[in-house]
């Protein structure tokens, strides 16, 4: 049996579980489930990354130790997957004993190897990223992947030869390109090695919290140095299944990483460089995924904007976010998370479609024919219909092996459609009423054949809806079935169906509070309907909040779609400085871009500056929303005049 490994990036224990932590862990859940229906055993390693300075700080935030701080939140993590139905086979933990000691294993195996130095590391360091950058990456002593402020700082430190692997790691993205997916991401990569890769530290000294130094590495300074935590993080991928006394590589020979994009540089230029000092198999792949944000905006701890995923499954249920999440973005791109792009998909989507179709079967089925259904004429009958299905199962199957989860439902939703669409055309109740029995067998022989189908390509991606929908043909989703019904296509000849309640009612309203009033009617680019402002309960402020604001009115220079996004216009605002400011606002539902040039708007001008899709926004645009739609304010007065 074909075995492989998959692993998600174990989860810092700063803070309490986001929506991107469940996005990257639902990917590899879903990779998991995908391979075993294809036969495969499948080992999946999740767990939380708990040394470092950062979670120092947030504990001592906390007062209490890093050690119990960890515990808690290490805790939350684990419940949250077990309850997202992560199929996981390893929860570690970077304090687990075991893990730490196969951290010194490998520390020490690089240090024989004449791959450690030591010397003095001098430069910026940003604790968020638990990242070090030289002189020429930082800008306004600021992260340059995070924003944030960075240290500078200046302590003895190991040193591991990362420049020496230079070479080898451009000879192995060359030899292997299609390891780093998605492609314009591993040029990224291989950019930034051309660019010429400095000696990595990998030994702090100035706080505790991390796995000591090797004993007999540095009889003197033992206890003066921990691990870099990204070495020690990275080395749970082999600690996890075995390293320290015997690595299993039947499993680690096929390691596919699921990461999201902030931390490729770690995946792919660090890890197989420290692989390759270990003598150690590289991974097969390295799959990053791009970022989620909440109507339109970054989500961060200080606008309140976070999306608890547990907050999402217990409103609207885990299979619907699960769903949500692999359809609606294009893996490897940046998402965005809004209730009522959510509540859309449920509607629409598993509402209609699947809810619907499979309610119609059983309908029909019980009325008809008691719930025993029997045909072997399918293909006589529908012909046409027949026809579809298998180049549909295939572009399912190649768009899933191509990690395309959101094409592969597109098309799954295609044979959903066609059994919608049989039924409107066929009209099996008149069928009746004309006495063709024979045929309306044959037709809902032919509904349950797609939904079964449906069912077993579904079981990665909403393995309790696929289970149940299974159930009601009295099957069960394994990979014999799979090869069976969707790899070779055989169909079934009858069953006899077992009723379930109906799947996904419609939403009718968000169930969700929205993060704050104040958030929500500043937010340009929220689209929920907001309640009436009689029953909205206002957060007051004090003027010298609301003196805070730089409102200005701005004068539309240019204004065009942003490629890829449906929700922003790009748009040139001239606000009277001396250079018009580029704004990007999530309103293109509702305006033509070419109508709004010359208009006057509102503009927030002293908001942060955020990046959106990659574009820089600096400032927002205000508008008003009801039930009928959305409309920009707009005053009657030059480029920049101050709105008080
Ligand atoms: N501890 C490191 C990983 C070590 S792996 C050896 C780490 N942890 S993290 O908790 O900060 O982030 C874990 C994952 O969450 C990363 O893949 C990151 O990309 C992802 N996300 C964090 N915020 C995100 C979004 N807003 N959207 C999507 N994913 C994001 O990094």
């Known amino acids: 049996m074909k075995k492989s490994y998959i692993t998600s990036p174990i989860y810092y224990v700063n803070d309490v579980p ?54 808690s939140i290490s805790a939350k993590f684990r419940s949250l997957w077990e309850e997202f139905d992560i199929d996981f086979d ?72 990362l420049s020496k692997y230079e070479k080898r790691l451009l000879e192995w993205y060359e030899q292997c390109p299609d390891v780093i997916i998605p492609k314009h991401k591993r040029n990224e990569v291989i950019r930034f090695v051309e660019s010429g890769l400095v000696d990595l530290s990998i030994t702090r000294t100035g706080f505790s919290w991390g796995v000591p130094l090797p004993e007999g590495i540095d009889s003197e ?21 075995g390293y320290k006394e015997a690595l299993r590589l039947d499993l680690w020979q096929d390691a596919t990483h699921i990461v999201g994009k902030d931390i490729l540089r770690f995946h792919a230029v660090y890890w197989p460089a420290f692989l390759m000092s270990l003598e150690l198999p590289l991974p097969r792949k390295i799959y990053a995924h791009g970022w989620w944000t909440r109507d339109g905006v970054k989500m961060s701890k200080s ?64 009325k008809y024919f008691d719930l025993t259904l029997s045909s072997a004429d399918i293909q006589r009958f529908y012909p046409q219909e027949v026809a579809k299905i298998a180049p549909l199962l295939q572009k399912f199957q190649t768009a899933m092996n191509d ?52 069912a077993l390509c579904l079981y990665p991606i909403m393995p309790k809806t696929a289970t149940s929908i299974a159930s009601v043909l009295q099957c069960t989703i394994d990979s014999q079935n799979f090869e069976h019904y969707v790899v070779q296509n055989t169909f079934i000849e009858s069953s006899t169906l077992k009723p379930i309640p109906p799947l996904f009612p419609r939403i009718e309203s968000p169930l969700m509070s929205e993060p704050s009033p104040a958030q929500t009617s500043l937010s ?23 003196q805070k604001l730089d409102l200005r009115v701005g004068v539309v220079l240019e204004c065009q779609r942003v ?42 001008a002293n908001l942060k500056p955020v990046k959106l899709m990659g574009l820089l926004s600096e400032g927002m645009i205000l508008s008003a929303q009801d039930d009928e739609g959305l409309a920009l304010l707009s005053v009657a007065k030059k480029a920049g005049s101050k709105i008080s």
């Open 303 to 366: 606008i309140g904007n976070v999306v608890n995923p547990q907050e999402v499954a217990q409103s609207y249920g885990i299979e619907a976010f699960r769903y949500f999440l692999l359809r609606e973005v294009p893996f490897g791109q940046d998402g965005d998370f809004s209730q009522r792009a959510l509540i859309e998909r449920i509607n629409s989507d598993l509402s209609n479609d699947i809810g619907n179709l499979l309610n119609r079967l059983i309908g029909m089925a019980q």
């Open 18 to 71: 986001h929506i991107g932590h469940a996005y990257t862990t639902i990917v590899c859940d879903m990779l998991k489930k995908y391979r075993q229906l294809q036969g495969e055993e499948v080992f999946l390693l999740t767990g939380t990354d708990e040394h470092g300075q950062k979670i120092e700080q947030s504990a001592k935030a906390h007062n209490q130790t890093p050690q119990a701080y960890a515990d």
């Open 403 to 454: 990690m395309q989860p959101h094409i592969a439902l597109e098309e799954l939703w295609q044979l959903l459609r066609l059994g919608n669409s049989a039924i409107s055309i066929y009209e099996p109740w008149n069928m009746m009423k004309q006495d063709k029995s024979e045929s309306t067998q044959a037709l809902l022989m032919l509904i349950s054949n797609i939904l079964l189908k449906v």
């Open 90 to 161: 390893l929860f570690i933990r970077t304090t687990d004993s075991a893990h730490a000691k196969s951290a010194q294993t490998a520390f020490e195996s690089m240090y024989k190897k004449g791959d450690i130095y030591k010397g003095i590391y001098e430069g910026w360091y940003c604790i968020s990223c638990e990242s070090h950058f030289t002189k020429h990456q930082v800008t306004d002593q600021k992260c340059p992947d995070c924003g944030k402020p960075t240290t500078t700082i200046k302590e003895e430190s190991y040193f591991f030869a």
């Open 563 to 604: 490629p890829k996004s449906e929700k922003l216009l790009q748009f040139l605002i001239d606000l009277g400085e001396s250079k018009p400011r580029q704004i990007l606002s999530g309103i293109a539902k509702y305006y033509n871009p070419d109508e709004l040039v010359g208009k006057h708007v509102c503009v927030v």
């Open 221 to 241: 300074n033992t206890h003066k140095h921990i691990l870099y935590v990204w070495l020690d993080a990275l080395i749970s991928y082999i600690s996890g299944i």
């Open 524 to 546: 340009n680019t929220s689209k929920d309907s907001s309640p009436a402002p009689s029953t909205q309960t206002f957060q007051t402020i004090g003027i010298e909040d609301f």
